[in-house]
Every structure is written in structure tokens, then in C-alpha cells.
């Protein structure tokens, strides 16, 4: 059974603080993706990957960076957070070139005071 | 990216009614998925169709490519089938969601 973990699953900070989220998979997916997700609101795409070293900027990456140190892990850093970035935050995996195979994390959820 | 617009934004049905689920998408997608989000948060992949007409159980989606749009027909409902459905296309590795349709099923 394909696996994706996220870590921690609630989080509270504070403003100007430095949140890093993790996420593992078990999957040995190339890909990885970070997405938040507001109330009323579907999935936004933060910052995905397409391998170990590389980082892409989604639809929404300001304030946010990433970093992929191997095929497992995908990081989302928020350096300095804001209220703004209070939310659900979603971790993924999937498969180059077999696009229906994107299995996601549990989500995070963030509160930034 | 693309633009995707879901409707109805929500919708209640009694047990073993009928619902069907709209999809609109700004550009060709070369992959068409549908997940179901409970109302715990978790996201699971129902199917993926990015032509003409797919089954599963009881679900049926039909995807028009050329018209950027995909429904999603489910039969029969069950209490159990309450939560929020969200379309996404691809585009490339990459997936766009709209807000999906809050789905509740009162027996």
C-alpha cells in the first residue's frame, strides 16, 4: 500500500516565526507536491518536485520554500510565518508519466497566532 | 495553470437519490482525476477519465475533452457517500483543483 506521512499533524506558531512541515513517502514516487487547502476552498499548489535536489514554484509559492534532500523527503518552510498562512496543508506523491497514481498525506493542520 | 469550476457548490440528497457532479476546466487537460475528501480531511483518488465515459461501481464519469468538461454521476447514494468530491485536471505532472461540491446524503 502506497504510503505518504506528514509531520507534525497540528501545528501552532507564532507570527515571524520559522515552521518547517515534513513529509515522507514510501511510495519511491519521483514526484512530490505541497498544497494548502482553505475553507470553502479546493487544493492550491505551493511547491512541487520532480526528484531529489529540484524544487518548482506552484501557483501559490510566496512565503513559502521547499526543499527535497532525497526520493522520500519534501519539506515546506515557511521562514517567516503569518496569519495569512493558517491552513490545511496537503503533501503528495506521484508518478512520472502515470498520472493517476497521486496518493496524498493526511494533511497539517497550521495555525499561525 | 488552469481555472476549475465545480458545480453545485453543494448539494443534499436523500438516501438512494441520484447525484450528478459538474466540472469546467480553462484548458485541455491531458488527465482528468476525481477525489472524494471526507469530512476527516482525507483525500482518496475515485477514478481518473480524461475521455468519454468510465465506470466504477457506482460512479460514472463522462469527460467531453474538446469542451473542457467532466460529470460525475453517482447513483444509488448512501449516507456513507457524504463528503466533498473535487475535480482535477492535469496538466503535465501537475494537478488543478477546483472547490469542489459538498455532497450531504440524509438517510
Known amino acids: 500500500e502506497a504510503a505518504v506521512t506528514q509531520s507534525p499533524r497540528n501545528k501552532v506558531a507564532v507570527t515571524g516565526g520559522k515552521v518547517t512541515l515534513s513529509c515522507n513517502q514510501t511510495n519511491n514516487h519521483n514526484n512530490m507536491y505541497w498544497y494548502r487547502q482553505d475553507t470553502g476552498h479546493g487544493l492550491r499548489l505551493i511547491h512541487y518536485s520532480y526528484g531529489a535536489g529540484s524544487t518548482e514554484k506552484g501557483d501559490i509559492p510566496d512565503g513559502y520554500k521547499a526543499s527535497r534532500p532525497s526520493q522520500e523527503n519534501f519539506s515546506l518552510i515557511l521562514e517567516l510565518a503569518t496569519p495569512s498562512q493558517t491552513s490545511v496543508y496537503f503533501c503528495?506523491?506521484?508518478?512520472?508519466?502515470?498520472?493517476?497514481?497521486?496518493?496524498f498525506g493526511p494533511g497539517t493542520r497550521l495555525l499561525v497566532l | 495553470g488552469q481555472q476549475v469550476q465545480q458545480s453545485p457548490a453543494s448539494l443534499v440528497l436523500q438516501e438512494g437519490e441520484n447525484a450528478e457532479l459538474q466540472c469546467n476546466f480553462s484548458s485541455t487537460a491531458t488527465q482528468l482525476q476525481w477525489f472524494y475528501q471526507s469530512p476527516g480531511g482525507s483525500l482518496v483518488s475515485l477514478l481518473s477519465n480524461p475521455s468519454g465515459t468510465k465506470h466504477t461501481g457506482r460512479l460514472t464519469s463522462t469527460t467531453v475533452t474538446k469542451e473542457r468538461r467532466s460529470s460525475l454521476h453517482i447513483s444509488s447514494s448512501q449516507t456513507t457517500d457524504s463528503g466533498t468530491y473535487l475535480c482535477a485536471p492535469w496538466d503535465y505532472n501537475v494537478l488543478y483543483f477546483g472547490s469542489g461540491t459538498k455532497l450531504t446524503v440524509e438517510p
Open positions: 503528495a506523491s506521484g508518478e512520472t508519466g502515470v498520472q493517476d497514481t497521486q496518493y
